[in-house]
């Protein structure tokens, strides 16, 4: 069974930074394409990044410019890194595991809310 655990949500201010990890526990972490997801009060859960097994990675426009997804194969971690992070960024950040059949895992989330 796939384990996802996100972690380094919290609190932040208007352009500050973040970065969020994701520890993953998969036999082969390496063919997973990962991805972070989030999800506003009222919204629907939206892609935010992804990154493929070959590095591949894909930026949704609003935070494109801003945000970057990375991997690291030997720790089975994926990472978000968010900078000038707006208001609009607060949401609940998901971490999501699809395997080459499709087949997708979830994290339970953290929170991230920016505010002053």
């Known amino acids: 069974q796939v384990q996802l655990v996100e972690s380094g949500g919290g609190l932040v201010q208007p352009g500050g930074s973040l970065r969020l990890s994701c520890a993953v526990s998969i036999r082969i972490f390496s063919i997973y394409t990962m991805g972070w997801y989030r999800q506003a009060p009222g919204k629907q859960r939206e892609l935010v990044a992804g990154i493929t097994s070959g590095g591949s990675t894909n930026i949704a426009d609003s935070v494109k410019g801003r945000f970057t997804i990375s991997r690291d194969n030997a720790k089975n971690t994926v990472y978000l890194q968010m900078g000038s992070l707006k208001p609009e960024d607060t949401a609940v950040y998901y971490c999501?595991?699809?395997?080459?059949?499709?087949?997708?895992?979830w994290g339970q989330g953290t929170q991230v809310t920016v505010s002053s």
């Open positions: 999501n595991a699809r395997s080459p059949g499709g087949r997708d895992s």
